[in-house]
Nanobody, 121 residues
Framework: QVQLAESGGGLVQAGGSLRLSCAASGIIFSDNVMGWYRQAPGKQRDLVAR???????SYADSVKGRFTISRDNSKSTIYLQMDSLKPEDTAVYYCNAVHLRLAHHPDLGSWGQGTQVTVSS
């Protein structure tokens, strides 16, 4: 059974930083593209950042230069370092794991329960 356990969310002032973690179990971590998505109230869930098994990364334009995704294959964990946070970053952040063969279909992968990030102005 796949489990993705997110942690690290919370309340922070604009300009501050947070680091999210997602620990995976029940998958062959090194075969999976891992990603962070976020969903604000009344909006769709959008990609924030993804990282391939080979550590290639991609980011939404809105977070480039502020957020950094990384992975530790020895711990089956990914991280999202979020700096210079803005109120518009407020959302529930979800971890996603999808096998490399299905990399273009993250909805066919597994999702964590989400962690709330709130940025106050």
């Amino acid at each position: 059974q796949v489990q993705l356990a997110e942690s690290g969310g919370g309340l922070v002032q604009a300009g501050g930083s947070l680091r999210l973690s997602c620990a995976a179990s029940g998958i062959i971590f090194s075969d999976n593209v891992m990603g962070w998505y976020r969903q604000a109230p009344g909006k769709q869930r959008d990609l924030v950042a993804r990282i391939t098994p080979g550590a290639s990364t991609s980011y939404a334009d809105s977070v480039k230069g502020r957020f950094t995704i990384s992975r530790d294959n020895s711990k089956s964990t990914i991280y999202l370092q979020m700096d210079s946070l803005k109120p518009e970053d407020t959302a529930v952040y979800y971890c996603n794991a999808v096998h490399l063969r299905l990399a273009h279909h993250p909805d066919l992968g597994s999702w964590g329960q989400g962690t709330q990030v709130t940025v106050s102005s």
